[in-house]
């Protein structure tokens, strides 16, 4: 079956432009996850959504970034008014439910602000 | 709060040989659970393998498993036989029981695996 996909693959933006980068979890899992990985780094939580609803964004680096999931399916991270420290990998995954082990990730999107 | 540290940042391996990935960890939760994920050149996260902290037996999966010892707080993985395919960065995570830890996983900074021919 279909696994995480997330869009775009690549962006490269210049600063100050606002972004979104787009989630398609695995059909059927509630719980969807953004994390950043910047370069030479682990993962960091950024935001958690357990069907449309985010009980968690205690994650976000700054009230730049913000997030939205609809129909308990496709989630937009946003970046507004991207700075130069922002230029990370951002990876989205999905499991059935929070609670459940295993997270499933998606290829990431490696965004450039030049 | 937990944490997670991989104190290699790199390893060699000799394709066939088994190695070792170091992983400790630390946490206030009475129950956890930790993880290993494999990360190519690709970028994706690709798990590999999970173990609970009141699991008796060490989790294995095909050639891996996990070497865990909890009174140390590490949870080791081990690839037996390598092969090159192997090379990729591995990641060392957990995730906690309680409050915001209970959903959210903590990773390692990663060790960068290179199988040698």
């Known amino acids: 079956g279909a696994g995480v996909s997330q869009s775009p693959s690549n962006k490269v933006t210049e600063k100050g432009k606002d972004v979104e980068l787009r989630c398609d979890p695995i059909?059927?899992?509630?719980?969807l996850y953004w994390y950043r990985q910047r370069l030479g780094q682990g993962l960091e939580f950024l935001i958690y959504f357990q069907g449309n609803s985010a009980p968690d964004k205690s994650g976000l680096p700054s009230d730049r970034f913000s997030a939205e999931r609809t129909g308990e399916s496709v989630s937009t991270l946003t970046i507004q008014r991207t700075q130069q420290e922002d230029s990370a990998v951002y990876l989205c995954a999905s499991s059935p439910h929070y609670w459940l082990s295993e997270q499933y990730f998606g290829p990431g999107t490696r965004l450039t602000v030049t | 709060a937990q944490k997670i540290t991989q104190t290699q940042p790199g390893m060699f391996v000799q394709e066939k040989e088994a190695v070792t990935l170091d992983c400790t960890y630390d946490?206030?939760?009475?129950?956890?659970?930790l993880f290993w994920y494999k990360q190519p050149s690709s970028g994706e996260m690709i798990f590999l393998i999970y173990q609970g902290s009141y699991d008796q037996q060490n989790a294995t999966e095909g050639r891996y498993s996990l070497n865990f010892q909890k009174a140390r707080k590490s949870a080791n993985l081990v690839i037996s036989a390598s092969q090159l395919g192997d090379s990729a960065m591995y990641f060392c995570?957990?995730?906690?029981?309680?409050?915001?830890?209970?959903?959210?996983?903590?990773f390692g900074k990663g060790t960068k695996l290179s199988v040698i021919p």
């Open positions: 059909s059927g899992h509630t719980a």
């Open positions: 995570a957990m995730r906690g029981d309680s409050g915001a830890g209970s959903y959210q996983l903590t």
């Open positions: 946490t206030s939760d009475p129950s956890y659970g």
